[in-house]
Structures are given as structure tokens and as C-alpha cells.
């Protein structure tokens, strides 16, 4: 790929100043199609001719160090007679401060870029002009560029002394076709209202908490400056709040040119809902500023809706916390100095994220960077793609590798995924027993483990359930996914299935009693617990001692509400998903959450934050309640022995909690939609089903094929 081109770059590195590429040429006649093949290590923003040439944000996009995607653009009608192409590029995913591991492998490498743009005439010639010593250097607009610190852009600004690009050493085998969704502009949300903090600063407020950039629209004399800074949320006396950034400095400034302008941030992107003003040379009004919400280009594929309108909150900031965080990778959060693809935070979701958009391609793209950075041992970094190194695997998070392939190939029926990871699959359980202590357990090992569970003790982010009890658990659930694997695949999994027996054996034989809410959650799930009764019992019991609240953490959670209704409990299981006081999912919402917090306990009732250090108001995690919604309180179930809703079984369980609840699911066979509601002292049952389905309804079992169905 590219093979005629060259890596280019500015001969020196700038730094976090951007530099743009360019290069003059003239077309020879007239043109029948023109397109540009183009990759970069760093983000490219590229136009011919002042005009932007495509839509993709931040293209190349973010993989693993070890590779980097090719676009192709077609751009036949951008073409002139004369024309010039300029690429700017910045650090990006490749040495901005988001990557560690970037400047520590490439310590001598810049941001550079590689391109060949094919013209074919009329006439039938045709002419290639590509990336190479020819093109010129020079410092662009864009003054200051990282994702963590955001943009500097001076409208004025021109390099007056521009030089010659250098080459880079750079082989192409790094090279791959476009794999992912393509990042782009989504949507774009007006100001909500303007106001002056307690402090006197001016503040807008988007009503939103949202990922992307945003436009500005100014009036102003040239040396004009605008400069903004973000936020999620405001503090107890409504003064603008930035310390859960940490060390992401978020901000954007702009120096104007003459006369009326719009602008929007090239390379950069920001976590916020607020953005405070702290300079703008003209009146601010509603109109100056608009959010832009950026994300990978997933398709919406479900629905949820109830009669609570806070529940339909929660519903909402599930989405907007899927929208804020599917940027090319599934990231932690979209704001402070992390944004990574932390596997915990992927796999914890992956079921629900798969229910609400289309995120195959997605998936797809990302255990590829999974694949290609597990280290020769097994092990899963953290982070994937490897933005740092760690060089261990914690359980629930290595994991990643083995429940996010599954739940691919359950949600989307393609088993070339299973194919594709199944060898990682593998070697994540060879890491674990070559790490382990204990043969059959997992044992002795560092873990974030039931990380933020509320029963922490003191100064710790860690739950107190047990390090080697959680761990040994995912031993046993990965292993049972790999057996499922290579079932599909048709592989010998004899050795699989005498190791998950071992395991299931000693896991049984060392752990008689489960201490916290997760260990039972954990227990009852994975199919532990040899007295599911007695277990669940003792689960509903701790919960109902708390005031029937919730106290587990990033493991606990996303099997709570499945593990107390597999097992009888499905009242208490609405209980905790009504539950409106602290903690609980709607406690957030009654805060005035419009995301998923990272925290229960983000912001107190008291108005107080929980911490400065780790505080993010947009991560996914928890929001994977909505896969309970989807598939038991809605009851919309795939069948293993047929993936991808080619066969479905709906089995909703109704409350009088609620007076109606509805989910829906496009799915690659057709929509799936469930809803229920109380209508005159009866349940009615809509269901609308694009296969063979059985319905179950008060244990009855009605097997109905492709139709709409009234219970
Ligand atoms: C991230 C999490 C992540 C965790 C590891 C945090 O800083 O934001 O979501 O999974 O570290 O425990």
C-alpha cells in the first residue's frame, strides 16, 4: 500500500505546535476522477485548496502503535487547475501526551504523513503525485494541538520562512486498510443558557454532558483573542469546576482576524457541558458557540423507554455515555488525562453497547488492536491499544479478551470473529495459569478487581471482595468462553473443558462463603454457588440490611440485577433499579447526571465531590444495567445454538413498579421490540419478533414465528 509514497514530515520536531505539509501542482487536462490515499503517524487534517477533504476526525484514528489505517478519498469534484494540498498534522494518538508508549518507541521519529494522489484524465493518462522530498514545511495556524491540553489556532498566522520536508524511516508494513467506523461530526447542540457564576465568570451551559468540539461565531479586529475552558459539572456554589481534568489542561484558545468568522477546533477534542468564556471580543449570546458531538460513526440500533421519567433519564445518559466514549476506541472517559481503552471499563459494557448501536465493526477494529498488543506471555495490557505499558492482566479487565468476542459473535451472529481472537482467547488463559500460584486458581496476582465498589476500605479504590476470589472467577468464566469458542469453531476443547472442572472444583472447595454483594453477585452468575438459594438469599438479605442499596463496584454491578432475578428476586432487582437515594442509578440522575457517573458517589447529596483525583461524570461503566433492561425486564434473549437473534426467546418479567416498559433491538434479522403495561388489572404483552421466537410469558411457552404479537 502506498508504495510510490514516502513518510514526510517538518524537519524538526515543533513539539505541540502543528505543522502542515504541502505541495503546488497543476492539473494537466481534464479530470476524470481524482482520489488521495492517505495515512499518518499523528492526526491529519488535509484540504486541497482551503476546503477539507473528507469527513473523517482525527483520520487516521487511533490503533495500536503497531499499525496505522489507509483512507482513500475521492477528489474528483475539489480538483482546479491549480491546486495545492496542505496536511496538517498533530502528536494525536501517536507521541501527544495521551501516548506514553509513543515517544518512548519513537523517540526519533515526528509526526509525519504518507499520500498518493492518483489523478486519471479524460484523455486516458494519467498522473501520481505522492509524498516525498518535493513537498514543503511549514508552521500552520494551528499553534498548539493535544488531546489532553486541546487547541491554540491564530487566524492570522502564516510561516513566513517555510522549508523543505524531510523523510522519515518508516516502513509501510505498518499499513492497513480503514478497519474501523470512521470518526465523525454527529450532531450539534445550541447553548441552553448563559449565566454569571458566584465568581463572575460567564458560563455556558449545553444542558449536555457531550464528546467533540464545538463552532464559534465572532465579530471581531484582528489580535482579537478567544479563549475558552471546560467543564462537566459546576461545584457546590455553582462556580465553574475543572479539577476532575487533572492534569488535562482542556483548554482552546483562538486569536482573531478582521471582520466576521466561524471556527472549529481542527485536531482536538473535549469532554464537557459547560464551557466558560474567559475571553470573546464581542457579546456572547446563544448563538456565538455550538457543541459539536463527534463520535465513531455507529448506527443506532435500540431503545428503551418507561414510564418513570427517571428511569428514561438513566436511559438517555446510557446512550449519551456510549456516544461520549466510542471515539475509534471504547475509552474510559472522554475529559481528563486518561480517555484510554481501558478492557475493564470495554468488556464490563460491550453487551449493552451491542444492544444500543451497531458497534461490530467497531469491536472488530478494537480486539484486532487487542489482538496485536497482547504480549508474547498472554497477558492483556490494560489498555488496549497499549498506550502504556503495565505488562499485567487483571481480572475483568484481561478478560476483555475473551467476553467481548463472545458477545460480538451472540449479538451479530458472525463467527469470523471468534476465529480471528480465538488464539488471544487462548493465550489469556495461559498467561493466567503461568502467572498464577495456585494451578487451578488465580492466585497471588496484582487486580483492580471490584474497582470503586462502595465497600472499599478507607483510601482505597478497590471493593473488599477478594483479589483471588474474583480473579480465580474469571478464570473459570473465561475458560467456559473459550470452550464455547471453539465449539462454534469446531476445535478439540477437551482440555478446556477438564480445566474449567478443575478450577470449577477448587474455586468450590477454597471459597465455602462469599463475604461482599459482588462475591455473590460473582458466585451466583458464573455459576459457582452450589446453593443458588441459599446464596441469592443471603445476597437479597445484604441488600435489603443496606436499606436495599447497592455496594458493589465496576464486577459486582453488571451482574447484580441478573444474578437476584435468575434466582427469584426480580422485585428487589427493580428495587435497586428504582432506587432514587444514594447509591443507586437514579440518584445520579436526580443530581442532574445527563451522563453515566464514574463514581455512585460523584457528587454527594450534600453537593460535594467525592474526590478531586478520579472523578469522571462521563464513564460507560454502569451503564451496563441497560443490558438487564434489554434482555430481562424487556426479556429480549439471544440462543447460543443460533447467534445473532437468528432465533430469540422473549421472556419479559413485569413489575407493578412501573406502568409500562418497552425495549427494542434492530438486529441483522430485523427489529425486535418488547413492551409491556398494566391495563385494567392485566399485563398486555406487545411483541414484535423478525424470527423464530419463543415467548414466555407466566412460565408459558408460545412459539411464534416472523410477526407482531399481542399477549
Ligand atoms: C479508569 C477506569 C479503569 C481503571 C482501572 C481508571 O483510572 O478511569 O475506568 O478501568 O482506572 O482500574
Same mark, same amino acid.
Given at each position: 500500500?502506498?508504495?510510490?509514497?514516502?513518510?514526510?514530515?517538518?524537519?524538526?520536531?515543533?513539539?505541540?505546535?502543528?505543522?502542515?505539509?504541502?505541495?503546488?501542482?497543476?492539473?494537466?487536462?481534464?479530470?476524470?476522477?481524482?482520489?488521495?490515499?492517505?495515512?499518518?503517524?499523528?492526526?491529519?487534517?488535509?484540504?486541497?485548496?482551503?476546503?477539507?477533504?473528507?469527513?473523517?476526525?482525527?483520520?487516521?484514528?487511533?490503533?495500536?502503535?503497531?499499525?496505522?489505517?489507509?483512507?482513500?478519498?475521492?477528489?474528483?469534484?475539489?480538483?482546479?487547475?491549480?491546486?495545492?494540498?496542505?496536511?496538517?498534522?498533530?502528536?494525536?494518538?501517536?507521541?501527544?501526551?495521551?501516548?506514553?508508549?509513543?515517544?518512548?518507541?519513537?523517540?526519533?521519529?515526528?509526526?509525519?504523513?504518507?499520500?498518493?494522489?492518483?489523478?486519471?484524465?479524460?484523455?486516458?493518462?494519467?498522473?501520481?503525485?505522492?509524498?516525498?522530498?518535493?513537498?514543503?514545511?511549514?508552521?500552520?495556524?494551528?499553534?498548539?494541538?493535544? *488531546?489532553?491540553?486541546?487547541?491554540? *489556532?491564530?487566524?492570522?498566522?502564516?510561516?513566513?520562512?517555510?522549508?523543505?520536508?524531510?523523510?522519515?524511516?518508516?516502513?509501510?508494513?505498518?499499513?492497513?486498510?480503514?478497519?474501523?467506523?470512521?470518526?465523525?461530526?454527529?450532531?450539534?447542540?445550541? @447553548?441552553?443558557?448563559?449565566?454569571?457564576?458566584?465568581?463572575?465568570?460567564?458560563?455556558?451551559?449545553?444542558?449536555?454532558?457531550?464528546?467533540?468540539?464545538?463552532?464559534?461565531?465572532?465579530?471581531?479586529?484582528?489580535?482579537?483573542?478567544?479563549?475558552?475552558?471546560?467543564?462537566?459539572?459546576?461545584?457546590?456554589?455553582?462556580?465553574?469546576?475543572?479539577?476532575?481534568?487533572?492534569?488535562?489542561?482542556?483548554?482552546?484558545?483562538?486569536?482573531?482576524?478582521?471582520?466576521?468568522?466561524?471556527?472549529?477546533?481542527?485536531?482536538?477534542?473535549?469532554?464537557?457541558?459547560?464551557?466558560?468564556?474567559?475571553?470573546?471580543?464581542?457579546?456572547?449570546?446563544?448563538?456565538?458557540?455550538?457543541?459539536?458531538?463527534?463520535?465513531?460513526?455507529?448506527? %443506532?440500533?435500540?431503545?428503551?423507554?418507561?414510564?418513570?421519567?427517571?428511569?428514561?433519564?438513566?436511559?438517555?445518559?446510557?446512550?449519551?455515555?456510549?456516544?461520549?466514549?466510542?471515539?475509534?476506541?471504547?475509552?474510559?472517559?472522554?475529559? %481528563?488525562?486518561?480517555?484510554?481503552?481501558?478492557?475493564?471499563?470495554?468488556?464490563?459494557?460491550?453487551?449493552?453497547?451491542?444492544?444500543?448501536?451497531?458497534?461490530?465493526?467497531?469491536?472488530?477494529?478494537?480486539?484486532?488492536?487487542?489482538?496485536?498488543?497482547?504480549?508474547?506471555?498472554?497477558?492483556?495490557?490494560?489498555?488496549?491499544?497499549?498506550?502504556?505499558?503495565?505488562?499485567?492482566?487483571?481480572?475483568?479487565?484481561?478478560?476483555?479478551?475473551?467476553?467481548?468476542?463472545?458477545?460480538?459473535?451472540?449479538?451479530?451472529?458472525?463467527?469470523?470473529?471468534?476465529?480471528?481472537?480465538?488464539?488471544?482467547?487462548? @493465550?489469556?488463559?495461559?498467561?493466567?495459569?503461568?502467572?498464577?500460584?495456585?494451578?487451578?486458581?488465580?492466585?497471588?496476582?496484582?487486580?483492580?478487581?471490584?474497582?470503586?465498589?462502595?465497600?472499599?476500605?478507607?483510601?482505597?479504590?478497590?471493593?473488599?471482595? %477478594?483479589?483471588?476470589?474474583?480473579?480465580?472467577?474469571?478464570?473459570?468464566?473465561?475458560?467456559?468462553?473459550?470452550?464455547?469458542?471453539?465449539?462454534?469453531?469446531?476445535?478439540?476443547?477437551?482440555?478446556?473443558?477438564?480445566?474449567?472442572?478443575?478450577?470449577?472444583?477448587?474455586?468450590?472447595?477454597?471459597?465455602?462463603?462469599?463475604?461482599?454483594?459482588?462475591?455473590?453477585?460473582?458466585?451466583?452468575? *458464573?455459576?459457582?454457588?452450589?446453593?443458588?438459594?441459599?446464596?441469592?438469599?443471603?445476597?437479597?438479605?445484604?441488600?435489603?440490611?443496606?436499606?436495599? %442499596?447497592?455496594?458493589?463496584?465496576?464486577?459486582?454491578?453488571?451482574?447484580?440485577?441478573?444474578?437476584?432475578?435468575?434466582?427469584?428476586?426480580?422485585?428487589?432487582?427493580?428495587?435497586?433499579?428504582?432506587?432514587?437515594?444514594?447509591?443507586?442509578?437514579?440518584?445520579?440522575?436526580?443530581?442532574?447526571?445527563?451522563?453515566?457517573?464514574? $463514581?455512585?458517589?460523584?457528587?454527594?447529596?450534600?453537593?460535594?465531590?467525592?474526590?478531586?483525583?478520579?472523578?469522571?461524570?462521563?464513564?460507560?461503566?454502569?451503564?451496563?444495567?441497560?443490558?438487564?433492561?434489554?434482555?430481562?425486564?424487556?426479556?429480549?434473549?439471544?440462543?447460543?445454538? *443460533?447467534?445473532?437473534?437468528?432465533?430469540?426467546?422473549?421472556?419479559?418479567?413485569?413489575?407493578?413498579?412501573?406502568? $409500562?416498559?418497552?425495549?427494542?433491538?434492530?438486529?441483522?434479522?430485523?427489529?425486535?421490540?418488547?413492551?409491556?403495561?398494566?391495563?385494567?388489572?392485566?399485563?398486555?404483552?406487545?411483541?414484535?419478533?423478525?424470527?423464530?421466537?419463543?415467548?414466555?410469558?407466566?412460565?408459558?411457552?408460545?412459539?411464534?414465528?416472523?410477526?407482531?404479537?399481542?399477549?
Amino acid at each position: 500500500m502506498l508504495n510510490n509514497a514516502k513518510w514526510i514530515s517538518y524537519p524538526v520536531d515543533m513539539g505541540f505546535e502543528c505543522p502542515a505539509l504541502f505541495k503546488s501542482f497543476k492539473a494537466r487536462g481534464a479530470v476524470k476522477r481524482a482520489t488521495l490515499t492517505i495515512s499518518a503517524r499523528g492526526c491529519y487534517y488535509a484540504t486541497l485548496n482551503g476546503e477539507r477533504i473528507g469527513d473523517f476526525i482525527f483520520a487516521p484514528g487511533c490503533t495500536s502503535l503497531k499499525r496505522v489505517q489507509v483512507q482513500t478519498y475521492d477528489i474528483t469534484k475539489m480538483l482546479s487547475e491549480d491546486n495545492e494540498i496542505e496536511i496538517t498534522l498533530s502528536k494525536g494518538w501517536f507521541k501527544g501526551r495521551i501516548c506514553w508508549k509513543g515517544t518512548q518507541i519513537f523517540p526519533n521519529n515526528n509526526e509525519c504523513v504518507i499520500a498518493e494522489l492518483a489523478i486519471s484524465y479524460k484523455d486516458g493518462s494519467s498522473e501520481l503525485i505522492v509524498t516525498d522530498e518535493s513537498w514543503g514545511a511549514k508552521k500552520s495556524p494551528v499553534r498548539f494541538s493535544d *488531546f489532553y491540553d486541546g487547541e491554540h *489556532f491564530d487566524a492570522n498566522f502564516v510561516d513566513d520562512a517555510p522549508t523543505k520536508a524531510i523523510v522519515q524511516d518508516f516502513s509501510n508494513d505498518i499499513l492497513v486498510p480503514q478497519q474501523g467506523e470512521i470518526i465523525k461530526e454527529q450532531e450539534t447542540i445550541s @447553548a441552553f443558557k448563559i449565566f454569571k457564576t458566584p465568581k463572575g465568570e460567564t458560563v455556558i451551559d449545553f444542558a449536555q454532558n457531550l464528546t467533540g468540539y464545538f463552532e464559534i461565531f465572532v465579530n471581531a479586529k484582528k489580535g482579537d483573542k478567544v479563549s475558552l475552558s471546560f467543564a462537566e459539572v459546576l461545584d457546590s456554589e455553582g462556580n465553574f469546576y475543572t479539577e476532575n481534568y487533572r492534569s488535562a489542561k482542556a483548554e482552546f484558545e483562538y486569536t482573531c482576524r478582521d471582520g466576521y468568522q466561524s471556527y472549529k477546533p481542527r485536531l482536538a477534542f473535549w469532554g464537557y457541558r459547560y464551557i466558560r468564556v474567559n475571553s470573546f471580543p464581542c457579546e456572547v449570546t446563544l448563538d456565538s458557540i455550538k457543541a459539536i458531538v463527534v463520535h465513531s460513526d455507529i448506527k %443506532r440500533t435500540g431503545s428503551l423507554d418507561s414510564s418513570s421519567p427517571l428511569l428514561n433519564q438513566l436511559f438517555k445518559n446510557i446512550f449519551w455515555g456510549q456516544k461520549g466514549n466510542f471515539l475509534d476506541i471504547p475509552t474510559d472517559c472522554p475529559q %481528563r488525562d486518561e480517555r484510554m481503552g481501558w478492557t475493564g471499563d470495554a468488556q464490563v459494557f460491550c453487551k449493552t453497547a451491542s444492544y444500543n448501536y451497531d458497534v461490530e465493526k467497531f469491536f472488530e477494529k478494537w480486539l484486532t488492536d487487542l489482538r496485536l498488543d497482547q504480549e508474547k506471555d498472554g497477558c492483556v495490557p490494560s489498555v488496549i491499544p497499549q498506550f502504556w505499558g503495565d505488562g499485567w492482566s487483571g481480572c475483568g479487565w484481561g478478560d476483555a479478551s475473551t467476553i467481548c468476542p463472545w458477545q460480538i459473535y451472540l449479538t451479530y451472529g458472525n463467527k469470523d470473529i471468534l476465529k480471528k481472537q480465538f488464539n488471544s482467547m487462548c @493465550a489469556y488463559l495461559k498467561y493466567i495459569s503461568s502467572k498464577s500460584k495456585n494451578r487451578y486458581l488465580w492466585t497471588g496476582c496484582d487486580h483492580y478487581a471490584d474497582w470503586l465498589g462502595l465497600d472499599a476500605p478507607a483510601g482505597s479504590y478497590k471493593g473488599s471482595s %477478594r483479589d483471588d476470589f474474583l480473579a480465580s472467577t474469571y478464570y473459570l468464566y473465561s475458560t467456559s468462553l473459550v470452550i464455547k469458542a471453539g465449539r462454534v469453531l469446531g476445535r478439540s476443547v477437551a482440555k478446556y473443558e477438564a480445566l474449567y472442572e478443575k478450577i470449577l472444583m477448587a474455586i468450590r472447595k477454597k471459597y465455602k462463603k462469599y463475604k461482599t454483594q459482588t462475591e455473590h453477585v460473582i458466585a451466583l452468575h *458464573f455459576g459457582i454457588a452450589e446453593d443458588k438459594s441459599a446464596t441469592a438469599k443471603a445476597l437479597a438479605d445484604m441488600i435489603v440490611a443496606n436499606g436495599t %442499596r447497592l455496594q458493589t463496584g465496576f464486577l459486582g454491578t453488571p451482574y447484580l440485577l441478573h444474578a437476584l432475578s435468575s434466582n427469584g428476586y426480580s422485585e428487589l432487582a427493580y428495587d435497586l433499579l428504582l432506587q432514587e437515594a444514594f447509591p443507586s442509578w437514579l440518584y445520579s440522575v436526580k443530581q442532574g447526571a445527563t451522563t453515566i457517573w464514574e $463514581h455512585w458517589d460523584g457528587v454527594n447529596d450534600k453537593g460535594e465531590f467525592w474526590s478531586k483525583d478520579m472523578n469522571s461524570f462521563n464513564h460507560y461503566a454502569y451503564g451496563a444495567v441497560a443490558d438487564w433492561v434489554y434482555g430481562v425486564a424487556c426479556g429480549i434473549q439471544t440462543v447460543e445454538e *443460533f447467534p445473532g437473534f437468528e432465533r430469540i426467546v422473549i421472556a419479559p418479567v413485569p413489575t407493578d413498579k412501573l406502568d $409500562h416498559l418497552s425495549a427494542s433491538i434492530m438486529t441483522r434479522h430485523g427489529l425486535i421490540s418488547s413492551k409491556w403495561y398494566h391495563d385494567n388489572g392485566k399485563i398486555r404483552y406487545e411483541i414484535t419478533t423478525p424470527s423464530k421466537t419463543t415467548v414466555i410469558i407466566d412460565g408459558k411457552e408460545y412459539n411464534v414465528e416472523k410477526g407482531s404479537y399481542i399477549f
